[in-house]
């Protein structure tokens, strides 16, 4: 991108009110930009991953489910019984 250079000398008050203008909605994009960046980091999309599973486990003030907790060990150990249930059948 061609970068230009504007002569800052002016006392036009509509002129440098646009630089003005110009130069903060730059600082402003920069900053948009590099909020974005961290956001996109493995690391941030872990982290959010991770309240989200979280959050299906814990209720709003911070206790466990159990009954979801159960569910899912429930759930967990049918399939593990299915798979060793499996091999001893194919042996």
Same mark, same amino acid.
């Not at 130069?23 to 872990?46: C, N």
């Not at 060990?73 to 299915?82: D, K, Q, R, Y």
């Given at each position: 991108?061609? +970068?230009?250079? *504007?002569?800052?000398?002016?006392? @036009? %008050?509509?002129?440098?009110?646009?630089?003005?203008?110009?130069?903060?909605?730059?600082?402003?994009?920069?900053?948009?930009? @590099?909020?974005?960046?961290?956001?996109? +980091?493995?690391?941030?999309?872990?982290? #959010?991953?991770?309240? !989200? !599973?979280?959050?299906?486990? !814990?209720?709003?003030? /911070?206790?466990?489910? %159990?009954? #979801?907790?159960?569910?899912?060990? /429930? +759930?967990?150990?049918? *399939? !593990?019984?299915?798979? *060793?249930?499996?091999?001893?059948?194919? @042996?």
């Amino acid at each position: 991108m061609p +970068t230009e250079t *504007v002569d800052t000398t002016t006392n @036009d %008050p509509v002129l440098l009110a646009l630089i003005a203008e110009i130069t903060a909605a730059r600082i402003e994009l920069l900053a948009s930009i @590099d909020e974005l960046k961290g956001e996109l +980091t493995p690391a941030a999309f872990a982290k #959010r991953g991770l309240g !989200v !599973v979280a959050g299906a486990f !814990v209720d709003e003030n /911070g206790g466990v489910r %159990p009954k #979801r907790i159960a569910a899912v060990a /429930g +759930t967990l150990a049918s *399939v !593990v019984a299915l798979k *060793v249930l499996g091999r001893i059948r194919r @042996d």
